[in-house]
């Protein structure tokens, strides 16, 4: 019985190392890529259905930009800025700065769905201009980069974040959408 495992072992063994001499070009070509694109969002700031500075504060709009270091099919980061400065409440607006892994889910013709989980800074000015402060922010969401050409891609993109340091005893949740265009430097 033992000597038969070997045996068995040692075939395919002997074998594997042959078919790997099969191996396609494809497979050794360059994998790594840098895609830069511009976006816009919309966001609750407050994350609920009760905004914490009243209900003048349902949303934010604003403009960002995002780079994707892509390493590896299975590798790749992205690092993302935003500013929410339209549709202020008295003054109010986040910007975001994040970077972390995003990673693909599925493949369906020339769209990539991914998720992704970011960690960075977020800013924001309170409503009045009460102060300000600088808090850290953890991102987590997903989307889809939709291929219109070889180097051209949309994005779709739904994110909710976690502030949880954002007052005493208190974290905040800002969630919202982002739709964004890109091209691929190389």
Not at 47 to 76: I, K, M, R
Request: with cysteine; glycine share 16%.
């Amino acid at each position: 019985m033992t000597r038969c495992a070997v045996v068995f072992f040692l075939l395919c063994f002997v074998s594997s190392i042959a078919a790997g001499a099969q191996a396609s070009e494809s497979a050794t070509g360059r994998q790594f890529s840098i895609t830069g694109g511009g976006a816009a969002s919309v966001f609750r700031p407050g994350g609920g259905s009760h905004p914490v500075w009243g209900t003048g504060t349902n949303y934010l709009a604003g403009v960002g930009t995002y780079v994707d270091f892509h390493f590896t099919h299975w590798v790749q980061v992205e690092g993302e800025a935003r500013w929410l400065r339209f549709h202020e409440y008295a003054g109010e607006h986040q910007d975001n700065y994040l970077i972390g892994p995003k990673v693909p889910v599925m493949q369906l013709g020339g769209a990539q769905v991914y998720g992704k989980a970011l960690i960075g800074l977020g800013k924001m000015t309170f409503p009045n201009h009460v102060g300000y402060g600088t808090f850290t922010a953890l991102a987590f969401g997903g989307g889809t980069d939709y291929k219109l050409s070889r180097k051209v891609t949309v994005r779709g993109d739904f994110e909710f974040q976690d502030w949880p340091n954002f007052l005493p005893g208190q974290a905040m949740r800002p969630w919202g959408l982002t739709a964004g265009m890109a091209y691929r430097v190389f």
